[in-house]
């Protein structure tokens, strides 16, 4: 039987620079949540807390730019989320946790990601950042709001239908339309419905290239769902309500100018607007109602016929 000697058998250490080198590896493969007080109300709200030792909103910013920086040159990937002080406090009282520690400042931040607005930080400006994250809190409010919105009509006297789901089929219908018919190009969609308590806005920008696999009149191929999601959620809401909203389609094609179509909504249905009508819908002031000198470069479209009407609501 062979025989192996431990005799001189030391423990085997690990050089610092080694150990160095596999905890900044480490570092790169956790990800990292930067709470972010976006504006200076919220950033009053919180010097309330003895622990939250910043006394200047601007220079908290600065900071916050600094650290995001700093994470970024480690490789960290890094998700800035928008830090609410009401919410942050209803949270602490639910938890039984101390609001005026950093811990449990850092346990609320974690968990935003997962039900607030946060959005990947990838070296953007803080100045372009902050808007940014406000955007995103203001998109996932109104999505959630028309989201509630269409689960509390419930179901249709007559025929027992549940009229928010037959408005989203009916508005998810209606967009496949109004891309297929914008064909190649850069497009960016406006819904606008008066709801019961505030207006709901939602923005949907999509490309088809020429070479869309889906051919010309196709659906666009590049499409981001969540939007997506927020569009058709919103114009549903004016299909359920039968309010008197409207879409506007701004196309972009290279060497040619920006075309506008419009659209309003009839009876749950998307009605085309005459080139007149949407040259006055963009050249009017939605406050004051004066006019307003049209954009250079630009033609004034009138919306396009969507086909024929075979989704309907049925309430």
């Given at each position: 039987?062979?025989?192996?000697?431990?005799?001189?058998?030391?423990?085997?250490?690990?050089?610092?620079?080694?150990?160095?080198?596999?905890?900044?590896?480490?570092?790169?493969?956790v990800?990292?949540?930067?709470?972010?007080?976006?504006?200076?109300r919220?950033?009053?709200?919180?010097?309330?807390?003895?622990?939250?030792?910043?006394?200047?909103?601007?220079?908290?910013?600065?900071?916050?730019d600094?650290?995001?920086?700093?994470?970024?040159?480690?490789?960290?990937?890094?998700?800035?989320?928008?830090?609410?002080p009401?919410?942050?406090?209803?949270?602490?009282?639910?938890?039984?946790?101390?609001?005026?520690?950093?811990?449990?400042?850092?346990?609320?931040?974690?968990?935003?990601?997962?039900?607030?607005?946060?959005i990947?930080?990838?070296?953007?400006?803080?100045?372009?950042?902050?808007?940014?994250?406000?955007?995103?809190?203001?998109?996932?409010?109104?999505?959630?709001?028309?989201?509630?919105?269409?689960?509390?009509?419930?179901?249709?006297?007559?025929?027992?239908?549940?009229?928010?789901?037959?408005?989203?089929?009916?508005?998810?219908?209606?967009?496949?339309?109004?891309?297929?018919?914008?064909?190649?190009?850069?497009?960016?969609?406006?819904?606008?419905?008066?709801?019961?308590?505030?207006?709901?806005?939602?923005?949907?920008?999509?490309?088809?290239?020429?070479?869309?696999?889906?051919?010309?009149?196709?659906?666009?191929?590049?499409?981001?769902?969540?939007?997506?999601?927020?569009?058709?959620?919103?114009?549903a809401?004016?299909?359920?309500?039968?309010?008197?909203?409207?879409?506007?389609?701004?196309?972009?094609?290279?060497?040619?100018?920006?075309?506008?179509?419009?659209?309003?909504?009839?009876?749950?249905?998307?009605?085309?607007?005459?080139?007149?009508?949407?040259?006055?819908?963009?050249?009017?002031?939605?406050?004051?109602?004066?006019?307003?000198?049209?954009?250079f470069?630009?033609?004034?479209?009138?919306?396009?016929?969507?086909?024929?009407?075979?989704?309907?609501?049925?309430?």
């Open positions: 039987m062979a025989h192996t000697d431990h005799s001189d058998r030391t423990p085997r250490r690990t050089p610092h620079g080694t150990l160095r080198t596999a905890r900044r590896g480490l570092r790169r493969e990800p990292s949540t930067v709470g972010l007080l976006a504006d200076e919220d950033f009053t709200a919180m010097r309330c807390y003895r622990t939250f030792t910043f006394d200047d909103h601007a220079a908290y910013l600065r900071g916050i600094g650290l995001l920086k700093s994470l970024a040159s480690q490789g960290v990937h890094t998700t800035v989320a928008l830090f609410d009401e919410e942050y406090a209803e949270y602490c009282a639910e938890s039984g946790l101390d609001p005026d520690t950093a811990d449990s400042r850092g346990r609320f931040t974690a968990r935003i990601p997962g039900s607030g607005a946060a990947a930080y990838t070296g953007q400006p803080i100045d372009s950042l902050v808007p940014q994250l406000i955007s995103t809190a203001v998109r996932r409010a109104t999505w959630e709001y028309a989201t509630t919105l269409l689960a509390d009509l419930g179901e249709c006297a007559d025929c027992g239908q549940d009229i928010g789901r037959a408005a989203f089929d009916r508005a998810s219908h209606l967009l496949l339309r109004l891309l297929e018919g914008a064909g190649s190009g850069t497009h960016h969609l406006v819904c606008s419905v008066p709801a019961v308590d505030e207006r709901l806005l939602a923005v949907l920008r999509t490309e088809c290239p020429d070479s869309s696999p889906d051919g010309p009149g196709g659906v666009p191929a590049r499409l981001d769902s969540s939007q997506a999601a927020e569009f058709v959620t919103v114009l809401v004016g299909i359920a309500l039968e309010s008197a909203g409207g879409v506007v389609l701004r196309t972009t094609r290279a060497d040619d100018p920006d075309r506008l179509h419009g659209w309003r909504l009839q009876r749950g249905s998307l009605v085309p607007l005459t080139a007149g009508e949407v040259f006055s819908a963009y050249c009017t002031d939605a406050d004051t109602g004066e006019p307003v000198s049209p954009e470069g630009v033609e004034y479209c009138p919306g396009f016929d969507l086909g024929p009407d075979d989704t309907g609501t049925h309430h």
